[in-house]
């Protein structure tokens, strides 16, 4: 399978005044740490309510400041 969701993703990160390095490595470590079906799951988490960030995704961004 591939994450065909992770141009998207940074795109509407970088799109939310993210540096691009900073969305970058976040989307490393996703790749890195989470299985491909907890990514889309996360993805519809996020759908369905953006302020409700999942640990994975803090987790990620803790990494990569």
């Given at each position: ?21 900073f ?21 519809q ?12 995704l ?8």
């Amino acid at each position: 399978r591939t994450r065909s969701g992770l141009g998207r993703k940074r795109a509407s990160c970088t799109s939310a005044g993210s540096p691009a390095a900073f969305c970058g490595c976040v989307i490393d470590e996703l790749q890195a740490n989470v299985s491909y079906d907890r990514f889309v799951e996360i993805d519809q988490e996020l759908a369905e309510n953006p302020d409700d960030i999942p640990t994975e995704l803090t987790d990620a961004a803790a990494a990569c400041q």
